[in-house]
């Protein structure tokens, strides 16, 4: 189907998302798209075979988690922060960008802006 | 007094066929807190629609995973051909039905020998393998190999059956019916089956629904539901009723996968008996237009999501694919806290677990 989102505010998305749960729609995923130099973060929800989408735009690194919502978000929020480099507020298990990745990986491979890891102890 | 301590299960175990890690936190022998790890097989392959095109990409999807590879392609390409407006062949779609309930009944019986294998009864495993090879056989004579087929083009199929092959699979797949009767009895009515199954691992319908699980996880614990129901390719045309189980353990998703297999026999009866004659494919011109799609069909392991977005290049700009695993893998984290040390192989395998599919 073609894809169809509303826009809802960071400050209204877990206040949007317990509305689904309570009306008993299942998470079915989470999809991170870069967008004008920041994130879109779509999350796509099921009720009755019918989907839902809405999603959020985020320019800065920190975005609130839904995993208190629907505990299910925990695998795709921490994919999104291996591969995107954002920090999800509040996850229920976080790896710290460790889900997928090694500690030799390259940090956000698919960020808008390329991220280098800061070694310990070397000065700025 | 009882004794806790922290227990490494995998990621190289005897009962999983590929890598995934779980630190189970035991009090004596019973599971009280599970975490997972996953990463070990991860290739990028969502990065690659960035260098490979759109025709190359369907040979990168179903590669994605073996064992579901014709699906991968399907979900891929009936996603670009919704973007690009393209209304395939009624006879690609019935041929897609057929190759996609084949590969539903050789991911059954693999997911069968495996579980079997995970609480010792070897020769379940050995003949529910040996079954599969006819299935794998079929696949072979009609696709040219006998695990990633590559049927899928964008606009309809590359092969075609004719009526003699059609003829022979019908056979085949009587043939293979007969075999699983006396297989059938062996899971569902068997004294160590049950003891090692029934009451285990016991997933609710709410808990199914809170935790996202899919496929027949989800039909397992009572939900109905089976995108095979929204009538995408030819099964909007065919006789179909999702298999739904309500006891919600490792017993009912057994019986889910088992009565499935029948169901798939059945549904290819169906889609041969009505294969309608044409062509198999529609001519594809230029680059798909800027847009944003999803798609999702049914896998043998649950619903598969696909997010296509276009650039109108002949690249893609983002794909991202949501596997059932990866879905199914919560539900899995609820499920063992509970259980006995001596289940948690039995409590895996009952869904299915596909790593390659999760990590991409």
């Known amino acids: 189907m073609m894809m169809d989102s509303k826009e809802v505010k960071v400050e209204n998305l877990l206040q949007q998302v317990q509305k689904y749960l309570d009306e008993g729609y299942r998470l079915v995923t989470e999809t991170c798209v870069k967008e004008n130099g920041g994130y879109k973060i779509i999350y796509t929800f099921e009720k009755d075979y019918i989907m839902e989408n809405i999603h959020i735009i985020v320019n800065d690194m920190e975005v609130p988690s839904i ?41 956000g491979p698919l960020a808008s802006v390329e991220i280098v890891r800061k070694e310990k102890g070397v000065k700025e | ?17 590929e890598p995934i890690h779980l630190k189970l936190v035991v009090e004596d022998e019973r599971v009280m807190e599970v975490y997972p790890a996953i990463g070990f097989v991860h290739r990028g392959l969502e990065m690659l629609a960035a260098k490979k095109d759109i025709n190359q990409m369907i040979y990168v999807v179903e590669r994605i995973c073996g064992i579901c590879s014709m ?78 087929i590559s049927v899928n083009i964008i606009g309809g199929v590359r092969r075609d059956m004719d009526d003699s092959t059609l003829r022979w699979i019908l056979q085949e797949i009587s043939g293979v019916e007969k075999d699983l009767s006396g297989l059938k009895d062996m899971v569902l009515n068997n004294y160590t089956v049950k ?36 009538g995408y390719a030819a099964y909007g045309e065919l006789d179909f009723e999702p298999v739904v189980e309500k006891e919600g353990d490792c017993f009912s998703r057994s019986v889910v996968r088992i009565r499935e297999i029948y169901q798939s026999i059945d549904l290819i009866r169906q889609a041969v008996s009505k294969m309608p004659s044409g062509e198999i494919s529609v001519k594809v011109k230029g680059n798909p237009p ?71």
């Open chain 1, 67 to 107: 995993s208190g919502i629907y505990f299910c978000a925990l695998l795709v929020e921490n994919e999104i922060q291996d591969f995107f480099g954002l920090k999800f507020g509040g996850l229920a298990v976080d790896f710290k960008g460790r889900m997928l990745l090694g500690e030799e990986s390259p940090v």
């Open chain 2, 195 to 230: 003891k090692r199954t029934v009451g285990k691992g016991v997933l609710s319908k709410d808990e199914a629904l809170r935790l996202g699980a899919v496929g027949p996880v989800a039909r397992g614990s009572g939900i109905a539901r089976d995108l095979r129901a929204t």
């Open chain 2, 290 to 360: 800027v847009g944003e799609v999803i798609s999702v069909v049914e896998q043998s392991r649950g619903e598969v999501f696909y997010y296509i977005k276009t650039s109108g290049t002949q690249y893609l700009e983002r794909l991202r694919v949501r596997t059932p695993t990866f879905a199914n893998i919560p539900a899995l984290l609820k499920m063992l806290p509970g259980c006995e040390l001596a289940d948690v192989p039995v409590l895996i395998l009952t869904i299915d677990p596909c790593i390659s599919c999760t990590e991409r």
């Open chain 2, 71 to 148: 699906m991968h392609g399907m979900t891929y390409c009936q996603a670009l051909e919704e973007l690009m407006g393209l209304d395939i062949p009624p006879r690609a779609k019935f041929l897609r039905v057929i190759w996609a309930e084949l590969h539903r009944i050789h991911s059954h019986l693999l997911w069968l020998g495996l579980f079997a294998d995970s609480f010792g009864f070897e020769n379940l495993f050995m003949q529910s393998w040996k079954i599969r090879e006819r299935i794998m056989d079929m696949l072979e004579r009609t696709a040219g190999n006998r695990v990633i």
């Open chain 2, 1 to 17: 007094m009882s004794k806790t301590g922290i227990i490494p299960f995998g990621p190289q175990h005897p009962v999983l066929p």
